[in-house]
T-cell receptor, first 116, second 113 residues
């Protein structure tokens, strides 16, 4: 199957700093990727849709200036958590859909962000 | 809006027991329905899917039937194994295919030998 790689797997940062999370499609080109956030013991919530070569589409309630998304190539989308605060601590997961097989989404392994 | 509700976990069973994880959904029209599984330390993987009413998805001994009349997509397996221990997520997509998924809260399953 298609492989989506996410990096880093975990990161700890200080309040006020920014953290970048990368999502790569290793063996296919993804014009669209998705970023989800998972709170402890809760569901994954879609944050935004990342579109190659254009602005990301954010879900209602997600601060676009806080969560910067860049999809500069067909194999890489990045999520930058700017001026991170402890409430941003969460599990972030990206996914991509293979263009010719859009009935299945492939997920990265997720990134555990802890802001101290 | 669209939503998915799963039975609360954690669920603990003995090996070879019968498994049911309930999932119901709220959506307009005819969404596609999915079960994803997350093994410890790994990303989510598609377990099975169904794209229209009365479809049955199956994989690795797991089954789920798309029941529009009850808006349900319950996951079942006749005889679970220790290796089935994982977190299971029910999800739907209103858009054709697996894009923009709406997830249930996940059910942690532990199988004891």
């Amino acid at each position: 199957g298609a492989v989506v790689s996410q990096h880093p797997s975990w990161v700890i940062c200080k309040s006020g700093t920014s953290v970048k999370i990368e999502c790569r499609s290793l063996d296919f080109q993804a014009t669209t990727m998705f970023w989800y956030r998972q709170f402890p013991k809760q569901s994954l919530m879609l944050m935004a849709t990342s579109n190659e070569g254009s602005k990301a589409t954010y879900e209602q309630g997600v601060e676009k200036d806080k969560f910067l998304i860049n999809h500069a190539s067909l194999t890489l989308s990045t999520l930058t958590v700017t001026s991170a605060h402890p409430e941003d601590s969460s599990f972030y997961i990206c996914s991509a859909v293979v263009p010719w097989r859009n009935t299945e989404a492939f997920f990265g392994q997720g990134t555990r962000l802890t802001v101290v | 809006g669209n939503s998915v509700t799963q039975m609360e976990g954690p669920v603990t069973l003995s090996e070879e027991a019968f498994l049911t994880i309930n999932c119901t959904y709220t959506a307009t029209g005819y969404p596609s329905l999915f079960w994803y599984v997350q093994y410890p330390g790994e990303g989510l993987q598609l377990l099975l899917k169904a794209t229209k009413a009365d479809d049955k998805g199956s994989n690795k001994g797991f089954e789920a039937t798309y029941r529009k009349e009850t808006t349900s997509f319950h996951l079942e397996k006749g005889s679970v194994q220790v290796s089935d221990s994982a977190v299971y997520f029910c999800a739907l997509s209103q858009i054709q295919g697996a894009q923009k998924l709406v997830f249930g809260q996940g059910t942690r399953l532990t199988i004891n030998p």
